[in-house]
């Protein structure tokens, strides 16, 4: 079942001499439940593509469609509630609240919308991500690896159906990057979500059901590998 499509989607930023076409008419579809990883050389427009999925930033022309809504025709008000239940970000470099504690920060977007925590489902979280013990810790006292699974944690947290990682292990060693991604994998697979991974790492990108290669704002390849 398709939950994501794009229709020739354009992201284009500056003016004249100075204008990048960053995305170039995209159209994919993704099903609900498929692990797809993102590859292509730096500044090919991954992340671009990766924010206009999530409802992040705004599409020069063309659409969005999530769970047949056009995500772009809603108010920006709707769109932000419609982002916060629906999809999942997980960055490179974490994008934690410093002054946050890690369960703070993983309850944060169920917090920004007055929803009681599921406490079971919670403590689930921490116990599958291993940061049971690191709960009342800032990030500043965590490790690069553990603060990567508070921010899983916190993608997590809403139950989204889509999860959008940006080169999530760019900035771990490769244990630590083998263990975010098994922890992804195996959360989508429990919760039946659709992950999507922007990643320069050849391991990960084998372990996906399909990898979408970008060149120069285009889909250069779409291959489905299992
Ligand atoms: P990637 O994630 O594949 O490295 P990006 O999506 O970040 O690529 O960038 C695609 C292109 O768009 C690049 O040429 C980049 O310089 C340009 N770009 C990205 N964001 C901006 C911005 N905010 N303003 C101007 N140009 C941008
Ligand atoms: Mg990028």
Not at 2 to 17: Q, V
Not at 82 to 89: I, L, M, S
Not at 93 to 107: D, K, R
């Amino acid at each position: 079942m398709e939950i994501l499509r794009t229709i020739d989607l354009c992201k284009s930023y500056g003016k004249n001499e100075t204008k990048v076409e960053a995305l170039k008419n995209v159209n994919i579809s993704i099903n609900q439940g498929e692990f797809v990883a993102v590859v292509g050389p730096s500044g090919s427009g991954k992340s671009t593509l990766l924010h206009l999925l999530g409802g992040v930033d705004s599409p020069t022309s063309g659409k969005v469609i999530i769970d047949d809504t056009d995500i772009y025709s809603l108010k920006e008000r709707e769109l932000s509630i419609f982002r916060r239940r629906k999809v999942g970000f997980v960055f490179q470099f974490y994008n934690l609240i410093p002054v946050l504690t890690a369960e703070e920060n993983l309850l944060m977007p169920l917090l920004l919308d007055n929803k009681k925590p599921d406490i079971k489902y919670i403590e689930e979280l921490l116990t599958i991500l291993n940061i049971k013990e690191r709960r009342h810790h800032l990030p500043s006292q965590l490790s690069g690896g553990q603060q990567q699974r508070v921010s899983i944690g916190r993608a997590l947290a809403y139950k989204p159906s889509i999860i959008l990682a940006d080169e999530p292990t760019g900035n771990l060693d490769s244990k630590n990057s083998k263990e975010i991604i098994e922890l992804l994998r195996y959360s989508v697979k429990k919760f039946n979500q659709t992950l999507i991974v922007i990643t320069h790492d050849l391991n990960i990108a084998k372990q996906a059901d399909r990898v979408i290669s970008i060149e120069d704002g285009i889909i250069a390849k779409d291959e489905v590998v299992r």
